[in-house]
T-cell receptor
Framework: EAGVTQFPSHSVIEKGQTVTLRCDPI?????LYWYRRVMGKEIKFLLH????????ESGMPNNRFLAERTGGTYSTLKVQPAELEDSGVYFC?????????????FGPGTRLTVT | GQSLEQPSEVTAVEGAIVQINCTYQ??????LSWYQQHDGGAPTFLSY????GLEETGRFSSFLSRSDSYGYLLLQELQMKDSASYFC????????????FGGGTRVLVKP
């Protein structure tokens, strides 16, 4: 079974540019999450999808961040325009529904550097 | 606010036992999870405690005391491959699907 995949693995962009990160969850997982780890800080929750619907987006830092989940499958996280403080590692995770919802499977992350 | 405290670093030798403590202060607590992350890799789920007590999974065990807002991860028979960062994370949120992470404990295993 394939795990959670993320693309790209690294991205270097200039301040003011736009970047789109992609996450493919484990097949059949209804729950999809985005997290971010900024240098020296803890991993922080950004948002949670159940299928194609946003269940919780309380962690999204501001309206420069836009997340979508097309047809309840893969998800994209767009940052527009990027700022220096957006640099960090963006993790995607997925989990099945029901009793095993607590076990979140993480992808390897996308390392974003904004210069 | 929400906070989880865990030691920043622990060093031990192969074959030893290491206990990583985690104290938390959060709202909407559902349970405590533990994740392992090797450098450059994905956080990997290790264990989850929703109720008080000890959960054992092979060489790793996890404990939770809800009344003390405290838990720990016990790594036994340490191996070199156990060198990694270990995170405690509280499962919270309206549906219990939001993880709030601690800062991580870097475990270094020496020969």
């Amino acid at each position: 079974e394939a795990g959670v995949t993320q693309f790209p693995s690294h991205s270097v962009i200039e301040k003011g540019q736009t970047v789109t990160l992609r996450c493919d969850p484990i097949s059949g997982h209804d729950n999809l999450y985005w997290y971010r780890r900024v240098m020296g800080k803890e991993i922080k929750f950004l948002l949670h999808f159940v299928k194609e619907s946003k269940q919780d987006e309380s962690g999204m830092p501001n309206n420069r961040f836009l997340a979508e989940r097309t047809g309840g499958t893969y998800s994209t996280l767009k940052v527009q325009p990027a700022e220096l403080e957006d640099s960090g590692v963006y993790f995607c995770a997925s989990s099945p529904g029901g009793a095993l919802t607590y076990e979140q499977y993480f992808g390897p992350g996308t390392r974003l550097t904004v210069t | 606010g929400q906070s989880l405290e865990q030691p920043s670093e622990v060093t031990a030798v192969e074959g030893a036992i290491v206990q990583i403590n985690c104290t938390y202060q959060t709202s909407g607590f559902y349970g405590l999870s533990w994740y392992q992350q090797h450098d450059g890799g994905a956080p990997t789920f290790l264990s989850y405690n929703a109720l008080d007590g000890l959960e054992e999974t092979g060489r790793f065990s996890s404990f939770l005391s809800r009344s003390d807002s405290y838990g720990y991860l016990l790594l036994q028979e340490l191996q070199m491959k156990d060198s990694a960062s270990y995170f405690c994370a509280v499962r919270r949120g309206a549906a219990g699907n939001k993880l709030t992470f601690g800062g991580g404990t870097r475990v270094l295993v020496k020969p």
